[in-house]
């Protein structure tokens, strides 16, 4: 089955500095999620996007569902240190939901 | 409420055991599922259920088998363990199949095959 295609694989990045990470695709999804993960558990929800050029924030996250519906972005602004982790993206249409490899993001104080 | 819980946290298996891993959920939700993590790759399917008595396969299905015989509990059996299904595993549930934004995750097993 199809995998997104999420990059970068790493970010290492300063307190305070912006962070962009991206999802493509070349499936349409309906609905497109981002999620973090910390070492030691499971992936939490940051964000939910359900409609076509939606904009939506989370605090200091933004994420955005592509026009074309095959593509998301994720940023974070003026990150700190418990931003690290790993964030994935999703692709969800109907029952089928498909998942990035993730973005690790290391903060460096 | 705990959420999802999975046991063990971590185990180590060797080529030709056999083992179950726990899932529970204490939030009523009807749709629960089963995904392996491995490294540069994304979550994948592996069994999901959208009720007691009711499962099916993924898109990882293979050496592995389930059940669902209450609306708390799914868990995940291997039947003969082998190297290949050395992954991190997470369980997760969700009111209704198709509701990404409403899937709560375990904390995952970490399981190693030898």
């Known amino acids: 089955g199809q995998q997104l295609n999420q990059s970068p694989q790493s970010m290492f990045i300063q307190e305070g500095e912006d962070v962009s990470m991206n999802c493509t695709s070349s499936s349409i999804f309906n609905t497109w999620l981002w999620y973090k993960q910390e070492p030691g558990e499971g992936p939490v929800l940051l964000i939910a996007l359900y409609k076509a050029g939606e904009l939506t924030s989370n605090g200091r996250l933004t994420a955005q569902f592509g026009i074309t519906r095959k593509d998301s972005f994720l940023n974070i602004s003026a990150s700190i240190p418990s931003d690290v982790g790993i964030y994935f993206c999703a692709g969800q249409v109907f029952n089928d939901m498909r998942f990035g490899a993730g973005t690790r993001l290391t903060v460096k104080p | 409420n705990a959420g999802v819980t999975q046991t063990p946290k971590f185990q180590v298996l060797k080529t030709g055991q056999s083992m179950t891993l726990q899932c529970a959920q204490d939030m009523n939700h009807e749709y629960m599922s089963w995904y392996r993590q491995d490294p540069g790759m994304g979550l994948r399917l592996i069994h999901y259920?959208?009720?007691?008595?009711?499962?099916d396969q993924g898109e990882v299905p293979n050496g592995y088998n389930v059940s669902r015989s209450t609306t708390e509990d799914f868990p995940l059996r291997l039947l003969s363990a082998a190297p290949s299904q050395t992954s991190v595993y997470f369980c997760?549930?969700?009111?209704?199949?198709?509701?990404?934004?409403?899937?709560?995750f375990g904390p995952g097993t970490r399981l190693l095959v030898l």
């Open positions: 259920s959208v009720g007691a008595g009711i499962t």
């Open positions: 997760a549930s969700s009111p209704i199949q198709g509701a990404g934004e409403t899937q709560y």
